[in-house]
């Protein structure tokens, strides 16, 4: 669904790396200055350094340093419409997950002007460390948490049907005809987002969980919360199993991590959020590609 700004796919962390080099002006300095200077309270001669860390088609980010700490800018920009994205609940979101230990300090969110300056969390994993079966099972872990957490008010609820739709939509109105648009495809993502639908409580989602989103100081926390809002709990955790391609093995450590009590079916729930993740993901990437 999902993979704006660093969100991309695993295989793509080398090529999300190269896009570093990208050049800044002068006076876009002076404004991503500015902003953690706001943000820290203190002067912009007291910032030492500014390194961009990410480019992409909905966010770019700055680690910006002083001598005693650092903070991470990130601007977005107007192609959050036919993303999906909704900054306000974002806000709202954020705010409840560091208060919960599970996301980053926000410094600074102001979504009408499109910044978000939040405390620097640290480094984010490798694709191996996803893969360690200990970590596995800590992502478990970590979703049970995210996933009991009261849903706070004013947060948008991820309808994964209405989801497939707008994405559709953009295409359709581009005449882009694939696989993806195939209307018996598309049926199977219904059939899909209502089995998942199916007995399960909805609850706050972070819905793009991959390596990149995962910052480890021996607890773990999430960032990249741009996709979040109420949502289905095993989407949540088919999007790390599609991101890392999961084995059967995998998943079956997921589960024991996250289920206080196991259920015969929720093997069965998991692949078929699996499945519909993929297609997602497939859609955003056709849709971000225009």
Known sequence: ???????????????????????DTPQHLDAIRAFAARALGAPPSGIVSIERIKHGLTNDSWRV?????????RLSNTAEAQL???????????AVVAAAGLGPEVLCCEPQEHVLVTRDAGPTWHESDALRAPNIQRVGVLLKRLHALDVPVGIREVDLIATVTGYLNVLAARESVSQLTASATQRRAEHAALALRQGAAQCLCHNDVHSLNIVDDGSLRLIDWEYS??????????????YHHYTRLDRERLLEAYLTTPTSNAAHQLELACWLFEYVKDLWTEVRGG
């Open 65 to 73: 340093r002083t001598a005693r700490e650092a903070v991470i800018v």
């Open 229 to 242: 809002g109420i949502g289905e709990p095993m989407f949540d955790l088919a999007s790390i199993c599609v």
């Open 1 to 23: 669904m999902f993979g704006g700004g660093s969100s991309v796919t695993c295989n793509s962390q080398r090529r999300c790396r190269a896009e570093i080099t990208v050049r």
């Open 84 to 94: 999906q994205i909704d900054r306000v609940s974002e806000a709202r979101v954020l």
